[in-house]
C-alpha cells in the first residue's frame, strides 16, 4: 500500500516530465527504441515477481540521502530547463525510495530493471553530436577503405564518400549511433536474461560494441554498391532502407550467435578427461 502511494505520488511530481519524453520518443528517430524500455523494465520486473513477494522490508536510512539528491537533481533541471537532468532525477528517486524501503538486499533484486530505464532518457544533444561525429568520420573512412578493397575508384573528403557516378553524404544519422544505441538496449535486456554471470555479461555487452560498428560501415558498403551498379535513386531509396533492415538483423543475429559461443564455452568441462592409451 505504501509503495503505490510512493507511485502514485512520483507520477503526480514528474506529470510535466513523462509528455515530454513521450513526444521525443515519438518525433526523434534516434529514440524510437525507447518506448520500449519501460515495457521492457517491467518484464524484467515481473520475472522476478517470485523474489519480489519474498521480501522482507528492512528501513535503510542512508536511502533517504539518495531521495534527498534525486530531488534536488529534479529541481536544479526544473530551475534550468534541462530535460536530461529532470529525467534523471526520477530514477534516483525510484532507486532511492527502494532502498529506504526494502534496504540494501531488498532493493538489490529489482536495481538492474530500474538502472535498465536509463537507456529510455535521450542523450542531450551536445553529447549526442559530441559522440556521433567521430562515429561519422570513423564509419566513412572504413567504408572508404571496404570499397577500395572492392576495386571501384573511390575518395572521400570528410564525410563526403565521392564514387565513380556520384557522391554519398554520411549524415549524422548514419554515423552508426543510432544502430549501437538501438542494439545497446535491447542486447543488454537479452543478455541479463541470457546469462547469468558477470564475465559473460560483460562480454557480451562488450561485443555489441564492435558489431554496431562494423555493421554499420557493411551499411554504408552496401549504400555505395546500390549508388554503383543500381544508380543513385537506388541508393536512396527503398533498397536502401530495405538493406538498413538486413544489416540491422544481421547484427541481431551476431548478438545471439556470440552468446552461444559464451554459453558453449561455460559447458564446456573445465577438465576434461583424458583418454590413456591402450
Not at 120 to 130: E, H, S, T, V
Not at 135 to 162: Q, S
Not at 249 to 263: C, K, R, S, W, Y
Request: net charge positive.
Amino acid at each position: 500500500m505504501q509503495l503505490s502511494l510512493l507511485g502514485f505520488g512520483l507520477l503526480v511530481l514528474y506529470a510535466p516530465v513523462f509528455p515530454e519524453l513521450w513526444r521525443d520518443w515519438n518525433q526523434d528517430p534516434n529514440y524510437g527504441y525507447g518506448i520500449f524500455v519501460p515495457l521492457i523494465s517491467a518484464f524484467l520486473v515481473w520475472r522476478k515477481r517470485k523474489k519480489i513477494s519474498r521480501i522482507q522490508p528492512e528501513p535503510y536510512g542512508p536511502g533517504l540521502f539518495v531521495v534527498l539528491f534525486g530531488f534536488t537533481t529534479y529541481l536544479i533541471g526544473i530551475a534550468g530547463n534541462e530535460l536530461f537532468t529532470t529525467r534523471i532525477s526520477f530514477i534516483i528517486v525510484l532507486l532511492g525510495i527502494l532502498l529506504t524501503m526494502w534496504g540494501k538486499k531488498g532493493s538489490k533484486t529489482i536495481v538492474f530493471p530500474i538502472l535498465y530505464l536509463l537507456l529510455m532518457i535521450p542523450l542531450p544533444y551536445i553529447l549526442y553530436y559530441a559522440i556521433a561525429s567521430p562515429m561519422k568520420l570513423f564509419a566513412t573512412k572504413w567504408a572508404v577503405f571496404t570499397i577500395d578493397l572492392l576495386h571501384i575508384t573511390v575518395h572521400h573528403e570528410g564525410n563526403i564518400i565521392y564514387l565513380p557516378n556520384t557522391t554519398l553524404e554520411v549524415a549524422d544519422a548514419c554515423s552508426g549511433l543510432r544502430s549501437l544505441t538501438s542494439l545497446l538496449t535491447f542486447g543488454i535486456a537479452f543478455t541479463y536474461i541470457a546469462q547469468q554471470r558477470f564475465l559473460p555479461r560483460a562480454l557480451l555487452v562488450v561485443a555489441i560494441f564492435p558489431i554496431a560498428v562494423i555493421s554499420n560501415i557493411l551499411r554504408l558498403v552496401v549504400t555505395a554498391l546500390l549508388a554503383v551498379y543500381k544508380g543513385p535513386d537506388t541508393a536512396q531509396g527503398f533498397l536502401h532502407e530495405t538493406s538498413g533492415i538486413v544489416v540491422y538483423t544481421t547484427a541481431t543475429l551476431l548478438i545471439f550467435g556470440v552468446n552461444e559461443l559464451l554459453q558453449a564455452f561455460h559447458r564446456r568441462p573445465a577438465h576434461p578427461e583424458q583418454v590413456k592409451p591402450s
